[in-house]
């Protein structure tokens, strides 16, 4: 790249660099795919005396392709729509989101299989290289996960054309319906947290530290936008850039604690189940929106395929 140039297009991609939040002088890397000017998109048409396999396998090299690059979701949409437009051209009736939906769930599911704590795992308690066992194929396979309601119903479905079961266990436990300890000031406390704009629109976050500190770190995204409006980007707080955007007064956000949670994990958990119920059952009934990026939202990478490709 030149100096002062901010994009390349290198092989198949376009590399941007754009500013982010952090006040480091770097610039960010942003991924997208590059098609040449002259790509018509014309592969081997489906009514053409060719093997099944070959006339989808363009199809499915792009879907390969665009799973494997580190692209945003807007991007994301963008070349599902360009493979579907393949797709068409070349008379291939096939349903893209879907097929991107079962490639990533395929894929998921051998890399969890082939990471090297498995094979630590297996080597250290079945003695070194251990040859897996015929029976193992034909075995059922089950995968714990965290219920967060219909989507998690569905995600099973899923999960089951590939061979495998699913345990759920739930984020809500005994021990936290009862209060035996001085109570700490909500305010003071860490969790997951709920913010709401005058204008009813949600942002549903996470902190390990106490909900006030979080809160006024939101408001600092707000001050600096009012100061430089050209910093507005993805990295700053989403309900920041809302009550700028929308000219909503951010003093008149309210910020409540949904669940009181120190632990890291557990925290990232409650904040993919809170987020699923204020955006699948609250939201859409009133037609609110929820601010939220979810990618950003959801660690699991089981529960984000399924929220983000439904
Ligand atoms: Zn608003």
Not at 101 to 120: G, M, V, W
Not at 229 to 238: G, K, V
Request: glycine share 4%.
């Amino acid at each position: 790249m030149e100096v002062g140039e901010k994009v390349l297009n290198f092989l198949d991609l376009t590399i941007r660099l754009l500013p982010d939040d952090l006040d480091d002088g770097l610039l960010t890397p942003v991924f997208s795919v590059y098609q040449k000017p002259t790509y018509t998109g014309l592969s081997i048409n489906q009514q053409s005396l060719h093997p099944t396999s070959h006339k989808f396998a363009a199809i499915h090299a792009a879907v390969h392709r665009m799973i494997s690059l580190p692209l945003s979701s807007s991007e994301r949409e963008k070349e599902i729509a360009v493979i579907s437009s393949i797709a068409e051209k070349n008379g291939l009736s096939i349903n893209v989101p879907t097929l991107v939906k079962r490639t990533i769930l395929r894929r998921s599911l051998n890399q969890s299989r082939s990471d090297p704590a498995f094979a630590e795992f297996s080597s250290s308690h079945f003695g070194g290289s251990i040859a897996i066992p015929a029976s193992e194929t034909t075995r059922e396979k089950w995968l714990r996960l965290p219920y967060l309601g219909s989507s998690s119903d569905r995600l099973a479905s899923e999960l089951r054309r590939f061979g495998y079961r699913v345990g759920f266990y739930p984020l809500t436990r005994v021990r936290d319906l009862s209060k035996l300890k001085d109570p700490v000031p909500v305010i003071d406390s860490p969790g997951v947290y709920l913010l709401t704009c005058s204008c009813g629109d949600l942002y549903v976050g996470q902190t390990g530290r106490a909900l006030s500190k979080r809160f006024s770190e939101h408001r600092t995204h707000f001050n600096k936008l009012q100061k430089k409006p050209s910093a507005s980007n993805t990295s700053l707080s989403a309900m920041a850039r809302h009550c700028f955007h929308q000219s909503h007064p951010f003093d008149s956000v309210h910020a409540s604690l949904l669940h009181r949670c120190e632990n890291g994990s557990r925290l990232n958990r409650l904040e993919e189940y809170y987020y699923t119920i204020k955006n699948v059952i609250e939201s859409r009934e009133s037609n609110l929106n929820m601010l939220n990026d979810l990618d950003v939202v959801f660690f699991n990478s089981f529960i984000r395929f399924n929220l983000n490709y439904k």
